[in-house]
């Protein structure tokens, strides 16, 4: 079975800081990896996901993710944050050939001015 | 990838009615659509997967005949919450699979659904 943790349920930081979301998972299999953004009472928009080839992963919006195995993690990263950043993020795990996707309980990312 | 749209974004019933909502693959044929639920401050909790022309397949602890499920056509599938009640108030939101393999989900806006 699959499972993803997000550390820290809240995450505030000053506008042009670096900004780090972190996410471990559990898979017994190689896993295939991705990072969600939800705004306000809309769907989830993928930002980034790791599918096997480069492990460091770029994505929209100046977020990158490197995935390492060692750690079993895919911390999500950003060198400079802006304030159209504050939503939810959600990491997610699935399993290659699978046909599900496991979400972690997300992360809130607050930018202050 | 794959446009997905729900209708309606927002619906408040009162408790005992039923309520549709409805998830569309716009540019997408999706013989396979699922549905999650996301109370408030939480995260998103697969419900169902809904199969196209079949029954749908229920996650564990979701109750089949209130959340009735019919996936028709290879572009629409609908979800009917029957006898609705204030704990059923939530926000659903339905995706799909991209065509890559990869498991990436596309999503839909999501629909708020409150019951008085």
């Known amino acids: 079975a699959q499972s993803v943790t997000q550390l820290g349920s809240h995450v505030s930081v000053s506008e042009g800081a670096l900004v780090l979301l972190r996410c471990n998972y559990s898979?017994?299999?190689?896993?295939?990896l991705f990072w969600y953004v939800q705004y306000p009472n809309q769907g989830l928009q993928l930002l980034l996901k790791?599918?096997?080839?480069?492990?460091l992963v770029k994505g929209i919006n100046g977020f990158e993710a490197e995935f390492k195995k060692s750690e079993t993690s895919f911390h999500l990263t950003k060198p400079s944050a802006h304030m159209s950043d504050a939503a939810e993020y959600f990491c997610?795990?699935?399993?290659?050939?699978?046909?599900?996707?496991?979400f972690g309980a997300g992360t809130i990312l607050r930018v202050k001015s | 990838g794959a446009v997905v749209s729900q209708h309606p974004s927002w619906v408040i019933c009162k408790s005992g009615t039923s309520v549709k909502i409805e998830c569309r693959s716009l540019?997408?044929?999706?013989?396979?659509m699922f549905w999650y639920r996301q109370f408030p401050k939480q995260s998103l909790m697969l419900m169902a997967t809904?199969?196209?022309?079949?029954?749908?397949?229920?996650e564990q602890g979701v109750e089949k005949d209130k959340f009735l499920i019919n996936h028709a056509s290879l572009t629409l599938s609908t979800l009917t919450v029957t006898s609705a009640h204030p704990e059923d108030s939530s926000f659903y939101i339905c995706?799909?699979?991209?065509?890559?393999?990869?498991?990436?989900?596309?999503f839909g806006e999501g629909s708020r659904l409150t019951v008085l």
């Open positions: 995706s799909v699979f991209g065509a890559d393999g990869t498991g990436e989900l596309f």
């Open positions: 898979s017994s299999v190689p896993p295939y």
């Open positions: 790791y599918t096997s080839a480069a492990t």
């Open positions: 997610a795990v699935s399993r290659r050939n699978g046909n599900k996707l496991v």
């Open positions: 540019d997408f044929q999706a013989t396979t």
């Open positions: 809904s199969n196209e022309g079949s029954k749908a397949t229920y």
